[in-house]
């Protein structure tokens, strides 16, 4: 089961929540088929300066505060395009992993469990407002997986994840498998479909690689290392996760 890191990388629960709150803020779903879609059977809690309050009550304020899209944002360091310009904001958001931003504010996943997501507002000041991410189109991120998983492919094999990891060769063998429903509003392409799925596995192959192998000393260059040969493999994904947890009707 991928760990709340997984699901960070893979865009959730962040990347849901801006794809189906944009979804009922343009009228393509209801707002309970929105809201049940974000929350699923787990409490969602939001946290700011006055308090704590369901994020149904958050997701119903968002018209009333002028909200039309929100973007998820999946902020590293060295790397916080797409969120506005509050270094409070970007060093809450890198700490995160991920981030919800409108144009009045910004959602922070704080914790998640089995049974509850906590989450943290942040209101902005006005005017901040953030630059879109950069978005490619489907087909030219999804070819930009093919050419990352390829040149990532001896990085793997050298860190000899099979042994310590059995479950990465079916990871990376069922990359072009049928594409598995991500959670994405039904009006969505199914190459995005596709495309997050693909990212989704590859995002726990990321996890395990950059993970110490069971009883294996590692030392802080070789992991600088490590880290350095799989970048391209990693901004990838974040650049199609994004993209697609991002992606709007034409």
């Known amino acids: ?102 144009d009045t504010l910004v959602l922070l996943p704080a914790s998640a469990t089995s049974e509850t997501v906590l989450w943290t507002q942040l209101d902005l000041p006005a005017g901040a407002f953030a630059p879109p991410p950069v978005e490619g189109t489907l087909r030219s991120l999804s070819g930009r997986l093919d050419l990352a998983v390829g040149d990532a492919a001896r990085t793997l094999a050298g860190l000899d994840l099979a042994r310590w990891h059995p479950e990465v060769p079916a990871l990376l063998a069922g990359l072009s498998a049928q594409a598995e429903d991500p959670g994405l509003p039904p009006d969505t392409d199914p190459v995005a479909v596709s495309v997050l799925t693909r990212a989704r596995r590859l995002a726990t192959v990321l996890d395990l690689a950059l993970a110490d192998s069971p009883g294996g000393a590692v030392t802080a ?30």
Not at 17 to 45: K, S
Not at 87 to 95: T, W
């Open 221 to 250: 260059a070789q992991m600088a290392a490590r880290e350095h040969a799989l970048r391209p493999l990693s901004d990838a994904v974040r650049e199609a996760t994004t993209a697609v947890w991002n992606w709007l009707p034409r």
């Open 1 to 102: 089961m991928p760990d709340l890191r997984t699901r960070r990388a893979a865009g959730d629960p962040a990347g849901r929540l801006a794809a189906w709150a944009t979804a009922w803020l343009g009228g393509r779903v209801p707002y309970d088929d929105a809201l049940e879609a974000v929350t699923g059977d787990r409490a969602h809690v939001v946290s700011d300066a006055d308090g704590a309050r369901p994020l149904g009550e958050v997701l119903t304020s968002l018209r009333g505060r002028g909200e039309r899209r929100l973007r998820l944002v999946l902020p590293v360091p060295g790397d916080v395009h797409g969120l506005p310009p509050v270094p409070a904001v970007a060093a809450a958001a890198v700490e995160a992993g991920q981030a919800v931003v409108g």
